[in-house]
């Protein structure tokens, strides 16, 4: 089993930053990739970034340039710059990891979700 802990969400300003963090804890895993999400109120969620073991990266075109993602230490971050009212939602980060017991599996696991509310 994998927990995943998100932290980092917060009130700010437009053109404001947060930098979200999600530490992945367990026993017997490796991480294949991370993945961060947001889901606003009534709307669907989308994807806003992704990052593999090896550091290679993704993003959505609405974030493109302004957020950057980086892992270290089974921790994933997502740095948030020039925040808009647009991007308030609740963030989730997913791990996508192979756990080892008696036989190896892929499993994906959800961090609780973070509120960020960009608001003047």
């Known amino acids: 089993q994998v927990q995943l802990v998100e932290s980092g969400g917060g009130l700010v300003q437009p053109g404001g930053s947060l930098r979200l963090s999600c530490a992945a804890s367990?026993?017997?895993?490796?991480?294949?990739?991370m993945g961060w999400y947001r889901q606003a109120a009534g709307k669907q969620r989308e994807l806003v970034a992704t990052?593999?073991?090896?550091?290679g990266t993704m993003y959505a075109d609405s974030v493109k340039g302004r957020f950057t993602t980086d892992i270290a230490k089974n921790t994933v971050y997502l740095q948030m710059n020039s925040l808009k009212p647009e991007d308030t939602a609740v963030y989730y980060c997913?791990?996508?990891?192979?756990?080892?017991?008696?036989?190896?599996?892929?499993?994906?696991?959800w961090g609780q979700g973070t509120q960020v509310t960009v608001s003047s």
């Open positions: 367990g026993s017997a895993f490796s991480i294949n990739a």
């Open positions: 990052i593999t073991s090896a550091g």
């Open positions: 997913n791990a996508d990891v192979f756990l080892f017991g008696v036989a190896t599996r892929r499993m994906h696991y």
